[in-house]
C-alpha cells in the first residue's frame, strides 16, 4: 500500500499480516482522491474515517492538507498500527485514533467533520441504514460530504441525501451531502 499525492507521496505503508480489515486498493484510492479534488478544499478539513482499518485514507487525507483526522477503529492491532504509523511519519498531531466499535461511536456525535470517509465490513447488517445513522447524529458540516464504501450489492441512489456514485474494478464510493 502506498500514499499517492502530497507530501508523503510514494510513501508505503506496511499494515500487520494477520489483520481482519480489507484495505481500499490503491486502484480505487486514486480514483477517490482524483474526484475529490474538484469537490473538497483540503486545507480547511477535518476528517472521520470510520472503520479505519490501516488509516490509509486519512494518511492520504493529511499528505495532502487536511489539518486534522479522527479514526475510529476497534482493532487494537490496527490501532497501534496507526499509530505507530502516524509517528513514523511525523502527523501524530493530526491524527486522533479512537479505539471504538465505530457504530457505537456514531451515536455519541459530538464534532462534526467536513468529509466523513466509511469503509464498513462489506457484509454488515447496518450498511443500508449507515448514511441516515450518520446524518442524523449531525456529525456532517453543512456543507460536508459523506462517502461511504460499499460493493455493487448495496445501492444507495434513491437516498435524499445522495448525490453521485463512482467505481473502481469492484469498488463503489456513494456520496452524500448533509
Not at 102 to 114: D, P
Request: proline fraction near 6%.
Amino acid at each position: 500500500m502506498r500514499l499517492i499525492s502530497g507530501f508523503l507521496g510514494g510513501r508505503r505503508i506496511h499494515p500487520p499480516q494477520n489483520m481482519q480489515a480489507r484495505p481500499t486498493t490503491d486502484l480505487a484510492k486514486e480514483g477517490l482522491f482524483n474526484t475529490l479534488q474538484s469537490m473538497l478544499d483540503y486545507d480547511d478539513c477535518n476528517c472521520l474515517e470510520l472503520f479505519a482499518g490501516t488509516g490509509s485514507i486519512s494518511f492520504e487525507l493529511i499528505s495532502r492538507g487536511a489539518q486534522h483526522a479522527t479514526l475510529i477503529e476497534k482493532d487494537p492491532l490496527l490501532v497501534s498500527f496507526i499509530k505507530k504509523t502516524a509517528q513514523a511519519f511525523k502527523i501524530e498531531e493530526q491524527i486522533q485514533v479512537v479505539p471504538a466499535n465505530a457504530l457505537q461511536w456514531i451515536q455519541s456525535g459530538g464534532t462534526t467533520y467536513k468529509l466523513i470517509f466509511v469503509d464498513p465490513p462489506y457484509a454488515i447488517p447496518e450498511m443500508k441504514q449507515l448514511p441516515d445513522m450518520i446524518l442524523n447524529a449531525n456529525l456532517l458540516e453543512q456543507d460536508g460530504l459523506l462517502i461511504l464504501e460499499h460493493t455493487l450489492k448495496v445501492n444507495f441512489e434513491n437516498h435524499p441525501n445522495f448525490t453521485k456514485q463512482k467505481k473502481y474494478g469492484t469498488t463503489f464510493f456513494s456520496f452524500f451531502k448533509a
